[in-house]
T-cell receptor, first 116, second 111 residues
Framework: GDSVTQMEGPVTLSEEAFLTINCTYT??????LFWYVQYPGEGLQLLLK?????DKGSNKGFEATYRKETTSFHLEKGSVQVSDSAVYFC???????????????FGTGTLLAVQP | EAGVAQSPRYKIIEKRQSVAFWCNPI?????LYWYQQILGQGPKLLIQ????????DSQLPKDRFSAERLKGVDSTLKIQPAKLEDSAVYLC?????????FGPGTRLTVL
């Protein structure tokens, strides 16, 4: 079945450091790919998404490019801030069944801790 | 626009007791999901509704879990009887298009 694998945490960085969180996926169809963020004490929020190969999703300085050839969707940010400390989840939604409302399949999450 | 509402936020019960969670999706969203998030893992889908019909409940432990969405709006998820391994955060999400919006979740602790 479809699955998502992301790097284990925690990832600890100093403020203004470069961030990469790796994410790879397995899917039989042509999934949409997502990064969700969960700040302490809050619910899941969509950070960015990409719906087809070579698309780049971006938001709040974060970017991720849908790479079909490497089945990857790595999250990057050039300069992290303390406020970016959170758990980041990579996820996919398979469009095989033809709907825009398909379930999300999540990775295990990566805890990012940014120190001042 | 109001977000997805869930209650209660926290619940502590003993094993073999029953518990129910409530979710009110964003107005107009036809699709509603319940996910289970065990500590240290990503959310896993339990059940998906389209209006008041079930689309996917393949990962719902039907011997103890049940869910309904009678009028196609709010939904309840019930566990009876609870086991220790049911300790988790139960997330409700809804969508009217391509983005799922998540509620704050209910943290269940089974002792």
């Amino acid at each position: 079945g479809d699955s998502v694998t992301q790097m284990e945490g925690p990832v600890t960085l100093s403020e203004e450091a470069f961030l990469t969180i790796n994410c790879t996926y397995t899917a039989t169809g042509y999934p949409s790919l997502f990064w969700y963020v969960q700040y302490p004490g809050e619910g899941l929020q969509l950070l960015l998404k990409a719906t087809k190969a070579d698309d780049k999703g971006s938001n709040k300085g974060f970017e991720a490019t849908y790479r079909k050839e490497t089945t990857s969707f790595h999250l990057e940010k050039g300069s992290v801030q303390v406020s970016d400390s959170a758990v980041y989840f990579c996820a996919l939604s398979d469009h095989n069944t033809g709907g825009a409302t398909n379930k999300l399949i999540f990775g295990t999450g990566t805890l990012l801790a940014v120190q001042p | 626009e109001a977000g997805v509402a869930q209650s209660p936020r926290y619940k502590i019960i003993e094993k073999r007791q029953s518990v129910a969670f409530w979710c009110n999706p964003i107005s107009g969203h036809a699709t509603l999901y319940w996910y289970q998030q065990i500590l240290g893992q990503g959310p896993k889908l339990l059940i998906q509704f389209q209006n008041n019909g079930v689309v996917d409940d393949s990962q719902l432990p039907k011997d103890r879990f049940s869910a309904e969405r009678l009028k196609g709006v709010d939904s309840t998820l019930k566990i009876q009887p609870a086991k220790l391994e049911d300790s988790a955060v139960y997330l409700c999400a809804s969508t009217g298009g391509r983005e799922q919006f998540f509620g704050p979740g209910t943290r269940l602790t089974v002792l």
